[in-house]
């Protein structure tokens, strides 16, 4: 199941939300969810820039997801995702948050924390704290 929360937390894509996200917690759901159905251009706009840059390009964000799902199987395998509320990381500058999440499939259950940061007058996934 580690690996399952490792690509639950680093899925991304580049295309434009109808809507973007309001609170720590939709950008974690909203990110997360688009991890789950392998909608990897949305994921990246969801994705903070620091790990943007850690990744460096899309097309390597995507082999890396790519190879995680290839290790773990489909996330979207009976994999229930659970986001809980936002609390002040302790960072001020830029702002960020800690959004608790729940997985779940069949009698196992994890728990694992998604980093969010206040970036370009929105919020952005930074990935697992």
Known sequence: MVAVVAVVTGIVTHRALTSWPDSPEEVAEAFLAANQRHDREASWEL????????????????WTQEAAVAVVGPLDDGLTITV??????????????V?????????????????VMEEDGGFRACGQR
């Open 84 to 97: 809980g509320e936002a609390r002040p990381d302790g960072r001020s500058s830029p702002q960020s948050y």
């Open 99 to 115: 959004v608790d999440v729940q997985l779940a499939r069949a009698d196992e259950r994890h728990r694992l924390e998604v980093l």
């Open 47 to 62: 994705l903070c820039h620091s790990e943007r840059l850690r990744f460096g390009a899309l097309a390597d964000w995507i």
